[in-house]
């Protein structure tokens, strides 16, 4: 792991996760059950941190629960609660402010259930893409202010930018252990502050090679890792009609096996 000032960082090789950043055109259930596959590889890697932990997977909705992290640790038999919360960040007055409530009428559990999950759990679990890491560092200090004593919190994210480890890195004093594992790269987070890269990114040397493979030069117009991650599931159409136009727009060739996949795209 590397380490930001007591805060650890790992990137693990994913097949499954390389195959869902690799191939944008994947959408609603062929795109849930790899992030499963993806969510299943990081729970094989943090097994040793869970071994006789009272663990609560906390979905930050609607783009955590896509994650299917509960899901992979019913599949692996890791014995885990749930606890459902939204999240979003705005800006007010040049500051950036995070709201967190509780969705009634979506989420799995109750809003009680959540409550008492997060205060009771030893090892909090949280699976969501990350850009700025502005969203889940509030999150994070929300949780915190939760508990009565501090909990383990271990993170994990299938496109994660380089520049959120330092800001989440600042949440370590309120965990007694706070760990950020990302699928194959730490992809470099572009100035818009959304799009994550392959260009400059930091990455497991086997998932380098096999995205080397895959994508070749073509690695640096990809535009983005992931995409809007709710958008793949929710709205399914209008994700395929913005890649598509993406792709035509470009003054270079793009590869025949991504041609035939945006062709061959459809929303189920």
Not at 104 to 115: F, Y
Not at 162 to 176: G, N, R, W
Request: with cysteine; aromatic share 10%.
């Amino acid at each position: 792991m590397a380490s930001y000032g007591g805060f650890d960082s790992k990137i693990f090789y994913s097949q499954a996760g390389i195959e869902v950043v690799t191939q944008p055109f994947l959408v609603g259930k062929p795109l849930e059950v790899l992030a499963q596959r993806c969510s299943c590889d990081f729970l094989n890697n943090a097994k040793g941190l869970l071994k006789n932990k009272k663990i609560c997977v906390l979905n930050i909705m609607m783009g955590g629960r896509y994650y299917k992290l509960y899901e992979a640790c019913q599949e692996l038999d890791i014995e885990a609660e749930l606890a459902e919360i939204r999240a979003k960040r705005s800006c007010e007055n040049g500051n950036w402010k995070v709201k967190i409530w509780f969705d009634e009428k979506n989420a799995v559990p109750t809003h009680e259930q959540t409550l008492q999950r997060i205060k009771e759990c030893d090892v909090l679990l949280i699976g969501d893409t990350i850009g700025t890491g502005t969203t889940l560092t509030g999150v994070l200090d929300w949780i915190s202010e939760q508990r009565e004593k501090q909990c383990e919190c271990i993170i994990y994210t299938i496109a994660g930018g380089d520049s959120s480890l330092q800001k989440i890195a600042q949440m370590t004093p309120k965990f007694s252990s706070l760990k950020v594992y990302l699928a194959n790269a730490a992809f470099h987070l572009a100035k818009n502050g959304s799009d994550l890269a392959f260009s400059y990114a930091d990455y497991h040397a086997v998932s380098k090679y096999e995205i080397e493979e895959k994508l070749g030069s073509f690695a640096s117009s990809m535009k983005c890792a992931v995409w809007d991650w709710g958008d793949r599931f929710t709205k399914q159409e209008h994700h395929l009609k913005e890649i598509k136009e993406y792709f035509d727009s470009l003054p270079i060739e793009v590869p025949e096996w991504l041609q035939e996949g945006l062709t061959n795209a459809k929303a189920s």
